[in-house]
């Protein structure tokens, strides 16, 4: 029930997730990210604690296989799930279980990973790889792009109905932590457009948590 991707930028240290589903709220229970050390996507039949299993694993020092492995041999249900991981090198590994709904199909490529369940077409997941590696910019905006492209080379098998997108930078907190719970139609293009709203203000927010003194004002009554 869902497509995503996670790509890191190796100009910024930066990593981060897209993701898309027919299901509600996907970006409240599969991306998984910690700055300096990976991304996680837990999906088909979501487990979310197995990205932050992964993630210590990863800070331990374990490869993104290592980490991979031991998570899915202490979850009971591992057949049900599909789970992709990226670390701070831009190494990549995935899962997925003999449960995984429908057409399912993983993608390894520089710097990022794409994954899909309950796809229109393998070629889904090859188009969103392809989208990420073969872009330039801000990776909000690559991660976004991948979804686009995927969502054009078929998508998921039914309409999707939400989306989001997370990225982490150095600070303990996401940098970019951006949902559309749930749309009729298009959450992607509804996600894009959020990010357009937000980019212009993001590093404003930045500055309000490390110097409050330097905080720009808010533009609202009472803040002028």
């Known amino acids: 029930m869902t497509i995503s991707i996670a790509g890191f930028c190796a100009k910024t240290g930066q990593l981060g997730i897209a993701i898309s589903s027919s299901s509600i709220a996907v970006g409240a229970r599969c991306p998984w990210l910690q700055a300096g050390i990976g991304a996680v996507s837990s999906q088909n039949i979501t487990l979310p604690s197995l990205g932050q299993d992964i993630l210590e694993q990863l800070s331990?020092?374990?490869?993104?296989?290592?980490?991979?492995?031991?998570?899915?041999?202490?979850?009971?249900?591992?057949?049900?799930?599909?789970?992709?991981?990226?670390?701070?090198?831009?190494?990549?590994?995935?899962?997925?279980?003999?449960?995984?709904?429908?057409?399912?199909?993983?993608?390894?490529?520089?710097?990022?990973i794409a994954a899909g369940n309950m796809l229109a077409n393998q070629q889904v997941i090859d188009a969103m790889a392809s989208a990420f590696v073969n872009s330039t910019g801000e990776l909000t905006v690559r991660l976004i792009d991948a979804l686009k492209a995927g969502l054009a080379q078929g998508g998921e098998a039914g309409p999707v109905h939400s989306a989001a997108v997370k990225v982490v930078d150095s600070q303990s907190w996401p940098l970019v932590d951006l949902r559309v719970d749930w749309a009729e139609v298009e959450p992607i293009d509804a996600l894009e457009k959020l990010w357009l709203d937000y980019q212009p203000q993001m590093m404003d927010y930045v500055t309000r948590a490390l110097d409050p003194r330097k905080a720009p004002s808010y533009g609202v009554p009472g803040d002028e």
């Open 60 to 112: 331990d020092g374990k490869s993104v296989e290592q980490a991979l492995n031991i998570a899915i041999s202490r979850d009971e249900f591992n057949d049900f799930r599909q789970v992709s991981v990226l670390d701070i090198h831009g190494d990549a590994a995935c899962f997925s279980g003999s449960k995984t709904l429908g057409i399912h199909h993983s993608v390894k490529a520089q710097n990022c």
